[in-house]
């Protein structure tokens, strides 16, 4: 098994320069506790961690299937909302309260895909974007219940220590990141939904044609994208402490979208990038308060993503990929960009 391991690390990541790089800032994450001890840091990375697996779950529902989802906000505020409610009225603590409001958020998202299954295109995006709406109008109407507008504060947090919660969202998020990326990934040889998941986003007739019951893979990755969204709201409910209207707002959908555009979309790796580039610039505005930076760096993040759109519109990610990877013709073995002849077949790169 070691020895198994070792030769696919020897010859499936050493010579692929994204795939060494993506080992690399992993085993960075691990160690930065032990690195530094600013609780402050830890505590924007831990959310950063939480935001990636709200991202990731946009990307395979919408990026990978292309059903496109303006409410995927509808998700992360269900699984926010029902762990809160949980210890509330019930007292449950976190370990019980995540899986279940993961589960619920899955139960959302099948409800959402059936009538979503009937439109495609700007009709399909217009009425995913009516569903996080709806929810907040019950939340604002039960606000005895909910809150409303001020939310649900008090909830506990997901461990004693800002150490420890770091440790646990940053397992859960590499965890989640290596599933997702998994059921995407169309060269498995063992799990064919990711293949299905790109042929029905280029051509749902064809897929249908083949003998592909689409319908069935759409709701599975409503299902999919709905539990981690869930996982994610739960998560950040817990690392808060709180949870807001915030979470259901369109602003929330729509910043998945700019992270997964802005890092690269149908791509999993992307929308860690945009996450990690543009939550860390929002974190230092919000520190830098109201001087020069702290009131102009809203916008220098907004003209950096329309720079990305015109002149990287595949995204950051997969632009810098594109210039350290290059595909072998012949056998389609990718190969690090610098080398004249392909590493199994020895065809010529260039």
């Known amino acids: 098994m070691l020895r198994r391991l070792f030769r696919d690390f020897r010859f499936g990541v050493l010579p692929v320069p994204g795939r060494l790089i993506a080992i690399i800032f992993f085993v960075a994450l691990f160690i930065i506790p032990l690195i530094t001890g600013s609780r402050y840091y830890l505590f924007i990375i831990t959310i950063a961690n939480i935001l990636v697996i709200f991202a990731v779950s946009w990307d395979l529902l919408s990026g990978y299937t292309g059903l496109i989802n303006f409410g995927h906000a509808l998700f992360f505020g269900v699984g926010a909302y029902t762990v809160a409610l949980l210890n509330k009225y019930l007292g449950w603590q976190p ?57 649900m504060s008090g909830l506990p947090y997901l461990a004693n220590t800002y150490t420890s919660r770091y440790y646990i969202v940053l397992l859960v998020m590499t965890v989640s990141v290596l599933i997702m990326w998994k059921l995407t990934d169309a060269g498995s040889k063992y799990i064919r939904t990711g293949l299905i998941f790109h042929a029905i986003r280029e051509d749902e007739i064809a897929a249908r044609a083949s003998g592909i019951n689409t319908i069935n893979y759409k709701i599975l990755a409503f299902v999919i994208g709905g539990f981690f969204c869930g996982l994610a709201g739960a998560l950040y409910a817990h690392v808060l402490g709180t949870v807001s209207i915030s979470y259901l707002s369109m ?32 974190q230092f505005a919000g520190q830098a308060g109201q001087n020069f930076l702290g009131r102009n760096l809203i916008l220098i993040m907004g003209i950096l993503v329309i720079l990305v759109l015109l002149f990287m519109p595949e995204g950051v990610a997969v632009w810098i990929r594109d210039k350290i990877e290059r595909e072998c013709p012949r056998c389609k073995l990718t190969n690090a960009a610098w080398r004249k002849e392909c590493r199994a077949c020895s065809a010529p790169l260039h």
């Open 251 to 282: 602003t929330m959908s729509f910043r998945a979208i700019i992270y997964v555009v802005f890092g690269g979309i149908v791509s999993i790796y992307g929308p860690v990038v945009g996450v990690y580039t543009l939550q860390t610039l929002l």
């Open 95 to 151: 370990w019980a309260t995540i899986p279940v409001g993961s589960l619920v958020a899955t139960g959302f998202g099948v409800l959402t895909c059936i009538p979503a299954l009937r439109l495609r295109g700007p009709y399909l995006s217009l009425l995913t974007l009516s569903f996080p709406l709806m929810l907040l109008g019950l939340v604002m109407t039960f606000k005895g219940v909910t809150g409303g507008e001020y939310g």
